[in-house]
């Protein structure tokens, strides 16, 4: 079943993880897709860009094993797109 058709929530339970990184890893995978076609990248231009394959990049944007898919990955994938990013953390309350 695609990612986008999944509510966290349930994902996370599934997969035994955190709710919140589940959400989180769905926002910058939507982050990817979109700026991705945006720029006029393929999935294979992408992946050559990255050196990796177009099926990995089709993987990580599917959301497929969005627990095995670092943020690491995701904030690489974003950099090669040109995006810089910043890390906050805040005490929740």
């Given amino acids: ?13 599934s997969l035994g993880i955190n709710a919140s990184e589940v959400r989180e890893k769905q926002a910058l995978i939507e982050i990817i897709i979109k700026a991705r076609k945006r720029k006029g990248l393929s999935q294979a231009a992408l992946a050559k860009k990255l050196k990796v ?17 670092t943020f690491d990955v995701l904030l ?7 995006y810089d990013f910043r890390i906050i953390s805040k005490r929740v309350a």
């Fill in 53 to 69: 394959s177009q099926s990995r990049i089709a993987q990580i944007e599917s959301g497929v094993g969005t627990a095995k898919v």
């Fill in 76 to 82: 690489s994938v974003l950099s090669a797109l040109g």
């Fill in 1 to 13: 079943m695609p990612w986008k058709e999944v509510n966290s929530e349930k994902l996370a339970k």
